[in-house]
Nanobody
Framework: QVQLVESGGGSVQAGGSLRLSCAAS????????IAWFRQAPGKEREFVTA????????YYANSVKGRFTISRDNAKNTMYLQANNLKPEDTAVYYC?????????????????????WGQGTQVTVAS
């Protein structure tokens, strides 16, 4: 079992930055691939990025590549999303999710059905 709690959301102007955190419970955090998804009002949940268990491999959606950076600190059971150069279209509720169904971060990791554990979400609002 893994419990996830996001924090760090807020409101920023376009071009600004935010750092989201995802704190996990459990002693086996490093065995899980952790991902960020987001969901804007009236839209489906969208994959943002994922990171493998040791933090050595990452995968990004094209829409955030070069602007967002995912990282993790397994000693602190925490994963981070550094979001820079934010755009109004980045406005959404951001969720972290965990899975041990896969071990390799690739396009496959973008499917939300693979993730068994989800946080409650944190709102990110980007004003133009």
């Amino acid at each position: 079992q893994v419990q996830l709690v996001e924090s760090g959301g807020g409101s920023v102007q376009a071009g600004g930055s935010l750092r989201l955190s995802c704190a996990a419970s459990g002693r086996t955090f490093s065995r899980y691939i952790i991902a960020w998804f987001r969901q804007a009002p009236g839209k489906e949940r969208e994959f943002v990025t994922a990171i493998n268990g040791n933090g050595g491999s990452t995968y990004y959606a094209n829409s955030v590549k070069g602007r967002f950076t995912i990282s993790r600190d397994n000693a602190k059971n925490t994963m981070y999303l550094q979001a820079n150069n934010l755009k109004p279209e980045d406005t959404a509720v951001y969720y972290c999710a965990a899975t041990d169904r896969i071990t390799i971060v690739s396009r496959v990791a973008a499917s939300p059905v693979l993730y068994d554990y989800w946080g409650q979400g944190t709102q990110v609002t980007v004003a133009s």
